[in-house]
């Protein structure tokens, strides 16, 4: 049973305009969330995250929003650039108990962008 | 500063064999993660350590799967008696797990286990 996942495998955006990546979960304890990219052989590198109690979080380029009643979260990239061509993994916690010790992560959604 | 350094980068072995994959944190981070992913797949839980509680083992997917993290620092994932599905990205993540606040995990650069 999939907790969290992103139903986009792929994304493909030009240079300059807004990629969108979507995750939805399933797990109403889930309080914490978080993006992160990765790029081919290398580890996730933590992006932006965002608390149960916000609805919106912006870093620079990076925006989050998180829609609680939907259990729906998005990653929004404005512009994109061709650095950001890589796989977008989001990922969730819950801070009761035992559960808050480890991340559930979606499948993940690779972005390319077109020069 | 230094961030989550693993070794080996890559490791081929042989089925029925044993391998041990080996992780150094961030330094002062007390929380230690493990996990793996599979082709095409997302990030699996494995382990967790904090501090010198008792680790929680839940994501262990066999009891050919165990880790011990020595002084508070290091740790090392073994797996016993190696089988093709164990081939994965296995990739190591630690954190400052503050009390009360967000905790972000950072992570190594993984090992690549491949079992023929």
């Known amino acids: 049973d999939q907790q969290v996942k992103q139903n986009s495998p792929s994304l493909s955006v030009q240079e300059g305009r807004i990629s969108i990546l979507n995750c939805d979960y399933t797990n109403s304890m889930f309080d914490y969330f978080l993006w992160y990219k990765k790029y081919p052989a290398e580890g996730p590198t933590f992006l932006i995250s965002i608390s149960s109690i916000k609805d919106k979080n912006e870093d620079g380029r990076f925006t989050v929003f998180l829609n609680k009643s939907a259990k729906h979260l998005s990653l929004h990239i404005v512009p994109s650039q061709p650095g950001d061509s890589a796989v977008y993994f989001c990922a969730a916690r819950s801070s009761w108990g035992a559960a808050g010790n480890k991340l559930t992560f979606g499948g993940g959604t690779r972005v390319l962008v077109k020069p | 500063g230094a961030g989550v350094s693993q070794s080996p980068s890559n490791k081929v072995t042989e089925k029925g064999k044993d391998v041990e994959l080996r992780c150094d944190p961030i330094?002062?981070?007390?929380?230690l993660y493990w996990y793996r992913q599979s082709l095409g797949q997302g990030l699996e839980f494995l382990i967790y350590?904090?501090?010198?509680?008792?680790?929680?083992k839940s994501g262990l997917p066999s009891d050919r799967f165990s880790a011990e993290r020595t002084g508070g620092s290091v740790s090392t994932l073994t797996i016993q008696r190696t089988q093709q599905e164990d081939s994965a990205v296995y990739l190591c993540?630690?954190?400052?797990?503050?009390?009360?606040?967000?905790?972000?995990?950072?992570f190594g650069p993984g090992t690549r286990l491949t079992v023929l």
């Open positions: 330094s002062g981070h007390t929380a």
């Open positions: 993540a630690s954190s400052l797990r503050l009390a009360g606040e967000a905790d972000t995990q950072y």
């Open positions: 350590f904090q501090g010198n509680s008792a680790p929680d």
